[in-house]
């Protein structure tokens, strides 16, 4: 081996023990594991952030001391200190945990053909259809992979042959708010895993029906703008030749989604006879379904070194999860500690302005969540810090409407601030600028969504009393 070999292999090599310290770990506590499994977690996690320390951009490293300092000077006025720092130790994780198994999965997906066939077939469909049918098919991928399935879901919109323009432009945007959408229901998503662990009275079977909906009301209201758009602004029509249809898509699509139903179907069957939650479900079964597939896919005489070269190929995109450690581990528990921290007579002042007007509270709700959004708080400090701190409760909403209504906010603050690892993605595929992919974008969209949101969620509030 080269001497300069050892420094190349030597990031992965931490990042994957990191990594598989923090899933173990996370399996542990799952199963009824003590609280000083905190203190693993974080070791773990500085391991990983080590691991990939260059790859940590500048910016995002000041907002972790920051949150950090945050931390440490609230720790002594905060309520019950320790136990908020291990939930927000745990919470952190959990996030950590379930991304790097869902990583496991998607290079399963790439490896697949059949991805090529249905990107294929996204990118065939007429001009009045291809803005839905991305946008439908990215809430099913992001839905099933997470952040994973949105970036196949970004390949497949934006390859690096077809040049940029409008049609390229209209279908990423299609692609970033189905994954804010499939954040409205979806297990496998962080913000999922992180509200659940806040709501000890609510599984997700309860939220699913209206994380569900509320994920396709987005999706009408994305659909409209775009046909209005068009309308406006009409656009020549795409030669027959080379144009798929529906019936194409459907044929090339079904093959993909039945095995991802499979796995959502064992996935809820686990978990449920195992009594654990959904997203330790993910990280025990993504690691194995993983394993079957490379074992499955490869040369008769090579099934192991088919596994040890694909997991060695996921453990060298490990590093690039330093960033989320970090902001995750900061997030998390200042976010916890803010809200142990934060005086009670201010939430109840602020219970008592809007307290039976439920169209408000979760107004407010939502607002919350995505202004500190677009101030470049990442979402897991603001939804644990309200969660924590203006309760269902406090507002006078059915537990299902209020944390549905922070799912809301989460899922569109991911793709209307331009913080989010999500909108600088976009970017980069679309070519156009980081604001304009982001808020030029969707600003309208979030607002109506918003809205729309709030009604239906005051429906439910209303239902349930």
């Known amino acids: 081996m080269k001497p300069d070999a050892v420094p190349a292999l030597s990031a992965p090599v931490l990042a994957a023990a990191g990594v598989g310290t923090i899933m173990a770990t996370i399996l542990a506590r799952a199963f009824g594991?003590?609280?000083?499994?905190?203190?693993?977690?974080?070791?773990?996690?500085?391991?990983?952030?080590?691991?990939?320390?260059?790859?940590?951009?500048?910016?995002?490293?000041?907002?972790?001391?920051?949150?950090?300092?945050?931390?440490?000077?609230?720790?002594?006025?905060?309520?019950?200190?320790?136990?908020?720092?291990?939930?927000?130790?745990?919470?952190?994780?959990?996030?950590?945990?379930?991304?790097?198994?869902v990583l496991l999965l998607a290079q399963c997906a790439l490896k697949s053909p059949r991805v090529q066939q249905v990107g294929a077939a996204l990118r065939g469909q007429a001009s009045n259809r291809r803005y839905l049918s991305f946008t439908l098919?990215?809430?099913?991928?992001?839905?099933?992979?997470?952040?994973?399935?949105?970036?196949?879901?970004?390949?497949?919109?934006?390859?690096?042959?077809?040049p940029h323009g409008e049609e390229k432009t209209e279908a990423i945007i299609g692609v970033t708010r189905g994954f804010g959408a499939a954040g409205f229901w979806s297990p496998v998503f962080g913000n999922m895993v992180t509200l659940l662990a806040l709501y000890p009275t609510l599984h997700w079977i309860d939220i699913f029906p209206v994380g569900l909906a509320l994920a396709q009301v987005t999706l009408i209201v994305g659909a409209l703008l775009v046909l209005f758009h068009n309308r406006r602004h009409p656009r020549p029509e795409r030669p027959a030749v080379g144009r798929r249809t529906t019936t194409d898509l459907l044929r090339d699509g079904l093959p993909l989604l039945l095995p991802l139903l499979a796995f959502m179907g064992l996935l809820l069957t686990t978990s449920k006879l195992?009594?654990?939650?959904?997203?330790?479900?993910v990280v025990l079964l993504a690691p194995l379904t993983a394993l079957v597939f490379h074992l499955a896919t490869g040369a008769t005489h090579r099934r192991w070194a088919n596994v040890r070269d694909n997991f060695a190929e996921t453990a060298a995109s490990y590093p690039r999860l330093a960033s989320e450690a970090l902001v995750f581990m900061a997030a998390g528990c200042a976010g916890s500690i803010m809200a142990a921290a934060f005086p009670p007579h201010w939430a109840q002042q602020i219970g008592a302005a809007l307290s039976g007007l439920p169209f408000f509270g979760l107004a407010f709700l939502l607002v919350a969540i995505m202004t500190m959004a677009l101030a470049g708080v990442h979402p897991v400090l603001s939804a644990v810090?309200?969660?924590?701190?203006?309760?269902?409760?406090?507002l006078g909403l059915a537990p299902v409407a209020h944390m549905a209504a922070l799912l809301t906010g989460w899922g569109l603050s991911a793709i209307l601030t331009p913080f989010s690892v999500l909108s600088l993605t976009a970017s980069r595929y679309s070519g156009i600028s980081l604001y304009q992919v982001s808020i030029g974008k969707n600003w309208l969209f979030a607002l109506l969504s918003s809205l729309c949101a709030c009604a239906l969620l005051t429906g439910v509030t209303l239902a349930m009393r």
């Open 33 to 101: 594991g003590p609280d000083f499994l905190a203190v693993v977690l974080i070791a773990a996690a500085a391991v990983l952030v080590w691991s990939g320390r260059d790859l940590v951009p500048p910016r995002l490293r000041k907002t972790a001391i920051l949150l950090f300092g945050v931390t440490i000077v609230l720790l002594p006025v905060a309520r019950e200190p320790l136990a908020a720092l291990q939930r927000g130790i745990f919470i952190s994780g959990l996030l950590l945990a379930m991304i790097s198994s």
């Open 137 to 162: 098919s990215s809430q099913i991928f992001s839905g099933m992979l997470g952040m994973a399935g949105s970036h196949i879901m970004l390949v497949m919109a934006a390859p690096p042959q077809e």
């Open 274 to 281: 195992l009594g654990i939650v959904v997203s330790a479900g």
């Open 385 to 394: 810090f309200l969660a924590s701190t203006i309760t269902p409760d406090l």
